[in-house]
T-cell receptor
Framework: NAGVMQNPRHLVRRRGQEARLRCSPM?????VYWYRQLPEEGLKFMVY????????ESGMPKERFSAEFPKEGPSILRIQQVVRGDSAAYFC???????????FGPGTRLTVL | KQEVTQIPAALSVPEGENLVLNCSFT??????LQWFRQDPGKGLTSLLL?????REQTSGRLNASLDKSSGRSTLYIAASQPGDSATYLC???????????FGSGTRLSIRP
């Protein structure tokens, strides 16, 4: 059973471009969570999704950020018009049910030039 | 407000010592607590998961305890080695939400 997969592992964007981060949960997991780790800081919750539904987006910035988890395919975290402050590591986790152990992917490191 | 605190922020000890890392959390209504290890620029490695009904978990040289009533967990590392040098993160799953709240971590350095 493959673990949580994230791609790309590293992403470089210039200010104003769009960034798309993908997360494939573990097989059998229908719950996906996104966390962000700013440089020299801890991980902060961003959003929790189930298939086709956003359950909790209390940690998402109100503008430029969006997330989806379609019926088919990976979960996508989309950042529009990136700014230098978006540079961070973005981690995805999945679980089989809510309040189960969350399994983390290797992360995507976004650098905004 | 649900908060997770880890003290100290950094710790340096000589090789071979036993050590304890501390984690405290507000609100005792949790469903689990997890300890992770993170090497610089890398992802998270899960070390130990304690369910809310458990008091401790052990894996090799690591032992984690949980005291919900006092809002505390400790990670005990026996016979420390230079390879144990990393940042250790405590993460709490609160029953009122499905997200995990992370502490800011303890940066551990083991001196040869």
């Amino acid at each position: 059973n493959a673990g949580v997969m994230q791609n790309p592992r590293h992403l470089v964007r210039r200010r104003g471009q769009e960034a798309r981060l993908r997360c494939s949960p573990m097989k059998g997991h229908s719950h996906v969570y996104w966390y962000r780790q700013l440089p020299e800081e801890g991980l902060k919750f961003m959003v929790y999704l189930q298939k086709e539904n956003i359950i909790d987006e209390s940690g998402m910035p109100k503008e430029r950020f969006s997330a989806e988890f379609p019926k088919e395919g990976p979960s996508i975290l989309r950042i529009q018009q990136v700014v230098r402050g978006d540079s961070a590591a973005y981690f995805c986790a999945s679980s089989p049910q809510t309040r189960d152990e969350q399994f983390f992917g290797p992360g995507t490191r976004l650098t905004v030039l | 407000k649900q908060e997770v605190t880890q003290i100290p922020a950094a710790l340096s000890v000589p090789e071979g010592e036993n050590l304890v890392l501390n984690c405290s959390f507000t609100d005792s209504a949790i469903y689990n607590l997890q300890w992770f290890r993170q090497d610089p620029g890398k992802g998270l490695t899960s070390l130990l998961l304690i369910q809310s009904s458990q008091r401790e978990q052990t894996s090799g040289r690591l032992n984690a305890s949980l005291d919900k009533s006092s809002g505390r967990s400790t990670l005990y590392i026996a016979a420390s080695q230079p390879g144990d040098s990393a940042t250790y993160l405590c993460a709490v799953g609160y029953s009122s939400a499905s997200k995990i709240i992370f502490g800011s971590g303890t940066r551990l350095s083991i001196r040869p």
